[in-house]
């Protein structure tokens, strides 16, 4: 039973009524009658009295006492009985409870609140949010608190209100907070108060609390800079100066009590201002007031202050133009005038003139006109001139007479020099073009004509060749004549259009001499059939001399006037003129300059073609200026063609010593890259710029000239000459990609193109990589410079690189001109892009028409790390980033110290922005280019580098650094870097590279290799359904800067996880996956934007391995697959593309779980500890060599632990790679035979095998000379072999070898050491052979010649004696050297020391999967008469690759001595010491003891002795070896003396007769291979 009373009550309340019920009659008797009472009671503790007392016959409880505390005791529990009349009783217990009244106070839970909040942002009202939360507690249970600030209680009340949400009270801000106000900057204090409404309300202490608040502001970038006067206006004149000051337009920021800095940016204005960093705005280049819009101009000054975000703000520059009287006054059309031939003295037209000054400043007219005294004596005697003040509305003007007839024949035109001059006597020469329009007054000749047709390979449509040539001065008479065959007799490959003349050469021509005889006739004169001939002479362009050519463009000249009187043999004219000075500027006997191509670079809508008689109409007016383009190539002595960029650089560098021997101006640029005109982009198929083609028509430079619209070719005729040409322009490549497959011409720095079942593939030397075996790094000596191909003109691009050194002032790269460049007046600067170090910090400087733009990030780089740089260039402006944003984080809250960017002032579109130099990297090549001859505001630095870049990127494509077009002071690879590790240069061995920069060098295994030496190849794992490992790491990786890589094969569009790296509770994590076969990494979690990068353009579900790598910067995400080259690569780098305030702020921090942070595979669910699922669960595909930013992890089953991480659970993981075989329901059709890769099934002849006609032959591999360094090749069957020489090792002799830098005093102390271990060596053998020996004898079964010797774990050799009978007797015994010939099989030796690094281990050439082409071999037999030893060994671990893994592939042959024709197939099935290193077996030992036994005479190295020499499966005929395999010679054998070894055989000695037999026995076999044999069988 239940009661309440309220607390703090009077006495006497009433609790509740306890009611009882009795069975009984309450009509008889007293059995029914019930009486009530407390049996148990609560008595209050300080006066002892019950608390409760109860009506005996109601029941009603009641307090007894007054006063009761809920509080103290908020419920009482009482025991009552309830008694009938028969004294039967009745127990029950009641509860009571006490009602809460609002008898206490509430109590804050501080008495003093401090808090920091950020002022309010602008000048805008607050945003009504919380800034602190304020608690009080109260004792009672029903509490309904109200909060208030206290009027008038401190500083700063007013700016403050409180509201009451629940139980707690919400401090908010009602004012503006201005941290800028130095009353607000010292911060508020101020008290609130808590109420719970008691009966008093706020006026009852008894219900209040108070505490007090203090308030500091944090200061907000929320004042965008303020400018001392926002609008500005100028008047300038037009002369002024550049650098003349205009006008000073500072501005201050309000933020950071005024301390941060501004910078300035200038954008309108013509782009002709600059803005200094205190706010100073002039001029970088003149004025030009008669330009459109050049009278008035309004430029924006823009301030930008350093906060983040960082605002800005706008102050506007009114400028005023005044008129300079600086132009000439110009000739109004027409200036083209026509006389008829011999037509008598007339007016030929009327000259009036213009100024684009202003007039009402005397700018202007009256103008004066007169024939300039420098016309030649002929025009002053066919021209007058009569000046007029009264013509044209008394501006004055000029009639232009004839003074009697011309004669075209000697005049064809008259350029006619005009004066004119304005009010002020400034004047200027113009030309007035005097056609004389021909008459057909003369009679023809008989000519010839020379043709010299330049033609591409691949066909195409009829070429035309030029007009057929008669000697007639007549040019205008072509519709008067017609043409014919001579003798009706047309040559087969020429045809000939009868109306014009026109001679067009078949696709089919081919190079040579043609001698061509044609007929003309003139109905005018009444001639026929005059003769004339043309000589046709053919010459094939080929693909090389069209990649190789560089352009020149002369001005002013015509294709025509540059090419009259020049000859291919006997050069002459212009032309001749001008390749003889490229000879002199490429300045080296031997070479030879040849033409490629010569056009017009006049525009199509300029080109005068005329009336069908090629007659120019009156109206048509010249405006541009003739100018010729002509490519040139340069054959080399040695064969092949000068590189074309490094011809263009020497072109460019020397265009004074062109200009001065051809009297023309002379441009070594691309015209595509500076005057718009070129073709469409293309690309070869090789990805690299070629020439391209243009379609158009070229300008006509006579009337003779016919060129075809629709063919390629340029015709440039002369009447007696004909140069037909491909019109040729390089398209701009902005985002070329290299192929994968080669040509023999692609591979670079030495690397040859083998023919492959895959495919064609690049065998390259050591330090090139890639699919074109690219050099990444190139080492500068601070004198040095090297030459690249140019940057690409399109917009945006994005140049990345890595440099390494400790130079604080150097130049890193320069694109701009390499000689003083023309230009006109009024014209932007030559662009220019430099990247130059300037106090450790880079700084890019950009000129051209945006405007100048200098930019410096204010972080470090030459402290001896790797650095990378990336420079973004687009539309609006230039962005430059190091680092990838991914370090510095710690003391930075925004991106400033890593990434600067800057607008343009002027906008730029799409157009061309950089010129087409050479790239120069590490330095320049020439004297420091000027900025006054440029136009610039700063010139780079001309200090070299010392030290090295590498991975120089356009557009996400690596540049070769190993072969430059030009150099000085420069070397393939990172020299510092190299020589940084231990051991030097080759110290990380053939398979290994030094990395970690100057201060922490170390070894980085290629992928798939691992080990001190990166020797041991890795061992990788499968994964089935529902498979997964988790990794404890026991390292840190670094939160924002961490990647990951891992092997992997599959084939498919499969999905799934690779490696997945999570911070505690899976917060936030870092992902490399498959999505559809495509290679993906990710960034998730809290306080990290979803960002997602893939590989689209490399699907890696080929069957083939495939290195995947995934890099966390910061915010920027980088995936790469393979090398990371072109398309196999992909960033996502949002810190300088396209940056959000989001990714200006630190990056949130991923800190691994190092316990369960790891996983790969798949990621497990569980439910206690049963498996439920496995999400993004990737089967039926394999990993290998899992890597946490650079360290290497396990992979189970092979390896549970290293010491970078531990295995902690796996499932579903299996050892090794291996698919299924699919050619088991494959049938192929003979001779062709099924061959699995990995799960796919394909019908071919098998490696090294092609189809001939109807049956499989063997492939020749030995024509693509796959044997580098010089090594010879040898054709196999199946495959080929290379023998090296001494340098040189490998299976393609691609390593140099490794060479060690012991003291001098090692080699013979290691020859001593060697000699004493072999004499030890051979007692110890002497000793147990005599012991075994007397052994085996003691224990010999009569009548058995076979005796087992050594236990069942060790080595097992089976003797037999010769002779022996059944009862055991005699026989001749086995001689010591039996036993030691036996041991070689597996004694070992210790592993070799580090330094040289042992040869990396090769593959082993197999046929089907998993077999090998080779028959196994026997034990040599025991050298006693007929007696075989069987040698049984334990299978040791076998650390052999599969014949379709890409790192036995690549690297067969390693593992050998140079020149081995074994080298191919030794080395890998080895001894595993305790570490899993691999161990060489004692044969290698004795190759060492063969060596110095046959010193100095020997020609060969040991293991051409023995390897190659008598190896079973190598004789002629056996294992795929060819008969015409030449033998390996000994030292003490000459050529002629050594025969070929039998077939299945093994020679011994035997130590009693000496002597060589043929011993009858089975083919030798090994546990390992054949190759392990110290000598012969």
């Not at 980033?881 to 003391?891: I, N, T």
């Not at 001309?942 to 430059?964: F, W």
């Not at 084939?1051 to 899976?1066: F, M, N, S, T, V």
Request: charged content about 20%; aromatic content about 6%.
């Amino acid at each position: 039973m239940f009661g309440e009373v309220q607390e703090n009550g009077p006495i006497d309340l009433s609790v509740g009524v306890i009611a009882a019920w009795d069975a009984d009659d309450a009509s008889e008797g007293t059995n029914a009658r019930l009486t009530y009472s407390i049996e148990k009671n609560v008595i209050h503790e300080r006066t002892g009295e019950a608390i409760f007392t109860v009506d005996p016959q109601t029941g009603l409880v009641r307090t007894a006492l007054c006063c009761l505390d809920r509080e103290t005791t908020p419920e009482y529990s009482i025991q009552v009985v309830a008694s009938d009349g028969g004294g039967l009783k009745g127990t029950g217990t009641v509860v009571v409870r006490l009602a809460d009244v609002n008898d206490n106070s509430p109590r804050l839970a501080r008495q003093m609140w401090e808090l920091e909040v950020d002022e309010t942002w602008g000048d805008g009202p607050p945003t009504n949010d919380t800034i602190l939360e304020i608690t009080a507690a109260d004792r009672d249970t029903s509490n309904y608190f109200f909060y208030r600030v206290v009027e008038s209680s401190g500083w700063g009340w007013e700016h403050f209100g409180m509201r009451s949400a629940g139980s707690v009270g919400q401090l908010y801000a009602t004012q503006t907070l201005d941290f800028e106000n130095e009353t607000h900057r010292r911060g508020f204090k101020f008290m609130v108060q808590v109420t719970d409404r008691g009966r008093g309300g706020w006026t009852d202490p008894r219900h209040l609390d108070a505490a007090w608040v203090s308030v500091r502001l944090r200061d907000l970038n929320d004042n965008p800079p303020v400018f001392h006067r926002p609008h500005a206006h100028v008047t300038v004149r037009e002369d002024a100066h550049p650098g003349t000051l205009l006008a000073a337009l500072p501005a201050h920021d309000p933020d950071m009590m005024g301390r941060q800095g501004v910078r300035y940016e200038v954008r309108g204005g013509w782009g002709a201002l600059t803005v200094s960093q205190t706010g100073d705005v002039s001029l970088w280049r003149a004025l030009d007031r008669e330009a459109p819009g050049g009278a008035m101009g309004l430029a924006q000054v823009v301030a930008v202050d350093q906060g983040s975000p960082p605002l800005t703000s706008t102050a506007a520059l009114t400028i005023t133009v005044t008129d300079v009287n600086d132009c000439a006054p110009v000739l109004l059309p027409p200036t083209l005038l026509h006389v008829p031939e011999g037509a008598p003295p007339s007016m030929l037209g009327t000259l009036a003139a213009t100024d684009y000054d202003v007039w009402a400043l005397g700018h202007g007219p009256p103008f004066n006109l007169s024939l300039a005294p420098t016309n030649p004596a002929h025009v002053f005697a066919h021209i007058s001139l009569t000046f007029n003040s009264h013509l044209d509305s008394g501006r004055g003007g000029a009639e232009l007479w004839t003074l009697k007839s011309v004669d075209r024949e000697r005049h064809s035109r008259l350029l006619v020099e005009v004066g004119v001059s304005d009010a002020q006597g400034l004047s200027a020469t113009h030309t007035v073009t005097v056609v004389v329009d021909d008459v057909n007054d003369n009679p023809m000749k008989p000519g010839a004509k020379t043709v010299y047709l330049w033609k591409t390979q691949g066909g195409g449509s009829d070429a035309p060749l030029g007009r057929v040539y008669v000697e007639d001065p007549d040019d205008w008479d072509l519709a008067d004549k017609t043409f014919a065959w001579r003798g009706d007799n047309p040559h087969p490959l020429f045809s000939l259009h009868p109306t014009h003349g026109t001679v067009f050469a078949s696709s089919h021509v081919r190079e040579g001499r043609y001698e061509l005889q044609f007929s003309v006739s003139d109905r005018v004169w009444r001639q026929s059939e005059v003769e004339a001939n043309v000589t046709v002479t053919v010459r094939l362009l080929t693909p090389d001399a069209l990649a190789h050519a560089a352009p020149i463009t002369l001005t002013p000249t015509t294709p025509a006037d540059l090419t009259r009187g020049w000859t291919p043999k006997g050069g002459g004219g212009g032309l001749g003129r001008l390749l003889e000075a490229v000879r002199e500027v490429v300045g080296k006997a031997g070479h030879t300059v040849e033409v490629v191509s010569v056009y017009d670079l006049r525009d199509l809508e300029e080109r005068q073609l005329g009336p069908p008689h090629d007659l120019p109409s009156p109206q048509d007016t010249p405006t541009t200026t003739p100018s010729a383009c002509v490519w040139v190539s340069v054959r080399e002595p040695r064969g092949g063609f000068m590189d074309p960029i490094k011809l263009q650089g020497l072109l460019g560098l020397h265009t004074s010593q062109l200009e001065e021997r051809t009297h023309l101006t002379v441009v070594a640029e691309d015209p595509a890259a500076w005057s718009g005109v070129g073709a469409q982009e293309g690309r070869d198929a090789e990805g690299t710029s070629l020439p391209s083609i243009d379609m158009g028509v070229p300008d006509p430079s006579s009337a003779a000239t016919r060129p075809s619209t629709a063919l390629p070719l340029q015709v440039v005729d002369t009447n007696s000459t004909s140069l037909v040409t491909p019109r040729l322009t390089r398209a701009p490549l902005c985002h070329a990609q290299d192929p994968e497959a080669c040509t023999p011409s692609t591979c670079l720095n030495g690397g040859r193109c083998v023919r492959t079942m895959e495919g064609n593939r690049c065998v390259c030397p050591q330090g090139s990589s890639g699919p074109q075996c690219k050099v990444l790094a190139r080492s500068f000596f601070g004198t040095g410079w090297a030459w690249v191909r140019p940057l690409p003109p399109c917009l945006p691009t994005t140049l990345s690189l890595r440099v390494l050194t400790r130079q604080a002032h150097a130049l890193l790269l320069y694109s701009g001109p390499l000689a003083p460049h023309p230009r006109r007046p009024h014209h932007p600067p030559t662009p220019m892009l430099a990247l130059q170090l300037v106090d450790g910090r880079p700084q890019v400087l950009v000129e051209g028409g945006g405007g100048p733009l200098r930019l410096l990030v204010n972080t470090t780089v030459h402290d001896g790390d790797w650095h990378d740089i990336h420079l973004y260039i687009h539309t609006q402006g230039v962005a430059v980033m190091v680092d990838l944003c991914g370090r510095g984080w710690e003391d930075s809250t925004d991106d400033s110290h890593c990434v600067t960017r800057a607008s343009w002032a002027n906008k730029i579109g799409g157009e061309v922005w950089a010129g087409s130099w050479p790239l120069q990297v590490g330095g320049l090549a020439h004297n420091p280019p000027r900025p006054e001859d440029h136009g610039w505001g700063m010139a780079p630095t001309a200090r070299p580098l010392d030290g090295c870049i590498s991975h120089l990127t356009y557009n996400g494509q690596l540049v070769d650094l190993g072969q430059p077009a030009a150099n000085r002071a420069s070397e393939g690879g990172c020299r510092p870097q190299d020589d940084s590790c231990p051991g030097g240069i080759g110290g990380c061995g053939y398979r290994g590279s030094c990395v970690g920069g100057l201060n922490h060098p170390e070894c980085q295994c290629e992928a798939g290799w691992a080990g001190p030496s990166c020797y041991t190849p890795t061992v990788p794992a499968s994964l089935s359904t529902a498979s997964y490992l988790k990794v404890a790491l026991s390292f840190t990786p670094s939160p924002r800067r961490v990647w990951v890589q891992v092997r992997v094969r599959t084939r498919g569009r499969r999905d799934g996880l690779l490696l997945h790296l999570a911070a505690h509770h899976r917060a936030a994590a870092f992902t490399l996956q498959l999505r559809a076969g495509v290679a993906c990494a990710s960034m998730s979690g809290a306080g990290l934007a979803a960002r997602v990068a893939c590989v689209d353009g490399r699907p890696v579900g080929d069957g083939a391995w495939h290195t995947v790598r995934a890099e966390r910067h910061g915010h920027n995400l980088v995936v790469t697959v393979d090398d990371g080259d072109g398309w196999r690569r992909n960033e996502s780098l949002v810190s300088l593309l396209r940056p959000s305030d989001d990714h200006r702020m630190p990056p949130e921090p991923l800190e691994v779980d190092k316990h369960d942070g790891v996983t790969v595979g798949g990621i497990p669910e569980f439910a206690g500890v049963n498996l439920i699922t496995v999400h993004d669960d990737l089967h039926d595909a394999c990993v290998d060599d899992l890597r946490v930013s650079g360290r290497p992890l396990p992979l189970p089953p092979g390896v549970n632990g290293t010491s970078w991480g531990q295995v902690t659970t796996s499932a579903g993981v299996t050892g090794g790679c291996v698919a299924p075989d699919a050619c088991l329901n494959t049938t192929c059709s003979p001779p062709l035979s099924c061959t699995s890769s990995w799960g796919h099934a394909a019908c071919s002849c098998g490696r090294g095998r092609h189809l001939a006609g109807h049956s499989c032959e063997d492939l020749d591999e030995c024509l693509w000379e796959p044997c580098l360094h010089g090594g010879t090749c040898y054709n196999l069957q199946p495959g080929y072999q290379c023998v090296c020489g001494p340098n040189h090792a490998g299976d393609n002799c691609q390593w140099t070898a490794l060479t060690s830098g012991a003291h001098p005093l090692t080699a013979p102390a290691a020859i001593a050491a060697f000699t004493v271990s072999l004499l030890l060596f051979v007692i110890l053998g002497v000793v147990l052979s005599v012991r075994l020996r007397r052994q085996w004898l003691g224990r010999a079964l009569a009548g058995r010649g076979v005796r087992d010797v050594g236990g069942e774990e060790g080595t097992s050799m089976t003797v037999k004696g010769e002779g022996s009978t059944d009862e055991g007797g005699g026989g001749k015994d086995p001689t010591p050297h039996t036993f030691i010939e036996c041991l070689k099989y597996n004694i070992q030796q210790p592993p070799p020391s580090p330094a040289p690094s042992p040869p990396p281990p090769p593959r082993k050439k197999e046929g089907k999967e998993g077999k090998s082409d080779e028959p196994d071999l026997a034990c040599p037999p025991c050298k006693s008469s007929g007696t075989p030893c069987r040698v049984k060994l334990g299978p040791p671990p076998e650390p052999v690759l599969a014949k379709d893994d890409l790192r036995a592939y690549a690297y067969e042959g390693d593992g050998s001595s140079s020149g081995s024709l074994g080298s191919a197939k030794s080395g890998l099935r080895t001894d595993l010491d305790e570490e899993g290193n691999i161990k060489p077996l004692v044969c290698e030992f004795l190759e060492v003891m063969d060596l110095l036994r046959n010193l100095p005479e020997a020609t060969r190295s040991p293991s051409l002795i023995n390897r190659g020499g008598l190896g079973a499966g190598e004789v002629a005929g056996v294992g795929g070896r060819p008969p015409d395999l030449p033998p390996i010679l000994t030292s003490k054998t000459q050529p002629s003396q050594l025969p070929l070894p039998s077939t299945k055989a093994c020679v011994a000695a035997t130590a009693d007769s000496r002597k060589a037999q043929q011993v009858a026995s089975r083919p030798c076999s090994s546990p390992r291979s054949r190759e392990e044999l110290s000598t012969p069988c």
